[in-house]
Each structure stands twice: as structure tokens, then as C-alpha cells.
């Protein structure tokens, strides 16, 4: 059974730091792409960052410069480093995965099949 957990999520003030992270199982091997996402209520489900497992990395504008996308695959887990955090950060992150996603076309486009449950960031 395929699955995807993310953890690492609380609150923080302006100006502080998180880590999530996304624990992967049931994959055969590695996923060719694999994101993280976010959606603030009200508002639609925002793409974040991608990367691919071979370490090609996109972000989002608004945290190109705050935040890193990482993976260790022996683990099956990616990273989300996310500093400098602003209120506008808040929302339910999520991370979600296409193993068989070419990847020159990993990023905000790609149909990813496969989505965590999510783990909630507060900034205040």
C-alpha cells in the first residue's frame, strides 16, 4: 500500500524555522518527482516546490531563497527546510508524489496520483 506521511508541522512566530518532512512507503523504488504543496483556508492548493530524485529542485517565487527541498533517498523521506517564515506561509502543507513523472517536466504541472493527509504550519 502506497502512503505518504508528513510530520514537522506547529507554530512558529514570523521570522522562525521549520522542517517537515514526508516519510514514503509502498513505493518500489524512489519517486522520479515529488512535491510539497500548501492551501491556506480560503484559498486554492498552491504548489510549493518539486523535486526530482536525481536532486533537480523548482520553487514557488514568493520561497525561492526561504525554503529547500531535500530528499534522502535510502529513506524514502523528502525535506521541506523552511526558513524565515511570514504570515502568508500558513497553511496545511502537503507533500505528494509521481514515481513515473519525467524529469525535465517535474514541477507545478505534474498530475501527482499519490498525497499525504498534511501537516499544519501556523506563523503568527
Known amino acids: 500500500q502506497v502512503q505518504l506521511v508528513e510530520s514537522g508541522g506547529g507554530s512558529v512566530q514570523a521570522g522562525g524555522s521549520l522542517k517537515l518532512s514526508c516519510a514514503a512507503s509502498g513505493f518500489d523504488d524512489s519517486s522520479n518527482c515529488v512535491a510539497w504543496f500548501r492551501q491556506a483556508p480560503g484559498k486554492e492548493r498552491e504548489w510549493v516546490a518539486s523535486i526530482t530524485n536525481i536532486g533537480g529542485v523548482k520553487y514557488l517565487d514568493s520561497v525561492q531563497g526561504r525554503f529547500i527541498i531535500s530528499h534522502d533517498n535510502r529513506k524514502k523521506t523528502i525535506y521541506l527546510q523552511m526558513n524565515s517564515l511570514q504570515d502568508e506561509d500558513t497553511a496545511t502543507y502537503y507533500c505528494?508524489?509521481?514515481?513515473?513523472?519525467?524529469?525535465?517536466?517535474?514541477?507545478?504541472?505534474?498530475?501527482?496520483?499519490?498525497w499525504g493527509q498534511g501537516t499544519q504550519v501556523t506563523v503568527s
Open positions: 505528494a508524489s509521481a514515481p513515473k513523472e519525467r524529469w525535465l517536466s517535474c514541477g507545478s504541472r505534474t498530475n501527482f496520483p499519490y
